[in-house]
C-alpha cells in the first residue's frame, strides 16, 4: 500500500519542529478533543488517555491517514501539572517545582483508522530543578511565556536559568520523545504496510478501544 499522509494531532510549533527532523512530510491538524483531568488517575495513564482522545478525534476526520497525538504533563508524586491558566498560577507552579525533582511524562498515540489500527506508548523523564526565588521566577515569565506549557516552563527557551540537570530524554522534556517514536512509528509503518486493512468492517466490529485507565509507566 502506499505510505498513508501522517498528520499530527497538536498546534505546538516546538513538536511539529521536532517531528520535521524524523519526517520532513507531514500536516498539522490541531486536535478539538479536550484534555481530560482525573485525580485517580497517574501522570503516564493520564498523557496516554488524552493522547488518545486527541489522535482518535483528528482520526475521524482523516480516516486513511497515520494520526500522531501527543500530550505532555509534568508531575510530582501524585501531583499532575498541566498548562497554568494565569501568570499567578504559572508562579506558584514554579515556586513548587523549585529545588526538587519532577517528572516529565509524554504520552503518544498513533491511529490509522481505516486500517483498524493504534499503538500508545509513554516517555518519561526526571528535571531537577534549581533552587529559585520568587523574584528569579517572575523574571524567567518575564522572557518566557509559561502559558501554553505544562509545568508553567519550556526547557528549551532559558531553561539553563530553571534547570540543574535532567534523566533521560530531553526532547520529550520538550514535547515528543524522538527517540522512542522514531522506532514506534517506523514500526507502526512497516506494520500497517504489511497487512492490509480489511475490505469491510464486520458487523459487530469494535472499534479501537482506548489505553485502559490502569496503564502503567
Do not use: W
Not at 497525538?69 to 508562579?91: N, S
Not at 516552563?153 to 534547570?163: F, H, N, R, S
Not at 522506532?183 to 497487512?195: M, P, S, T, V, Y
Request: some cysteine.
Amino acid at each position: 500500500m502506499d505510505t498513508p499522509i501522517l498528520i499530527l494531532a497538536s498546534a505546538s510549533p516546538r513538536r511539529a519542529e521536532l517531528l520535521r527532523q524524523l519526517r520532513p512530510k507531514f500536516q498539522v491538524v490541531p486536535s478539538q478533543a479536550e484534555e481530560i483531568h482525573a485525580e485517580h488517575l497517574s501522570a503516564g495513564e493520564l498523557a496516554l488517555v488524552n493522547a488518545y482522545r486527541k489522535a482518535r478525534a483528528v482520526s475521524k476526520q482523516f480516516p486513511d491517514a497515520v494520526i500522531i497525538g501527543v500530550d505532555t504533563l509534568v508531575a510530582v508524586g501524585r501531583r499532575i501539572l498541566g498548562k497554568p491558566r494565569t501568570l499567578e498560577e504559572a508562579c506558584q507552579m514554579l515556586v513548587f517545582l523549585q529545588g526538587q525533582t519532577h517528572q516529565v511524562t509524554t504520552g503518544v498515540c498513533l491511529i490509522h483508522l481505516r486500517g483498524h489500527r493504534q499503538r500508545v506508548f509513554c516517555e518519561q523523564t526526571d528535571v531537577k530543578f534549581r533552587p529559585l526565588t520568587l523574584p528569579q521566577i517572575r523574571r524567567y515569565h518575564q522572557r518566557v511565556n509559561p502559558l501554553d506549557k505544562a509545568g508553567a516552563y519550556g526547557i528549551q527557551e532559558k531553561g539553563e536559568v530553571l534547570v540543574e540537570s535532567i534523566s533521560g530524554s530531553f526532547s520529550n522534556v520538550v514535547g515528543l520523545p524522538m527517540e522512542k517514536l522514531e522506532r514506534e512509528l517506523d514500526a507502526f509503518l512497516e506494520n500497517l504496510a504489511a497487512k492490509p486493512p480489511p475490505a469491510r468492517r464486520a458487523p459487530g466490529f469494535a472499534s479501537p478501544k482506548p489505553p485502559s485507565s490502569r496503564l502503567r509507566l
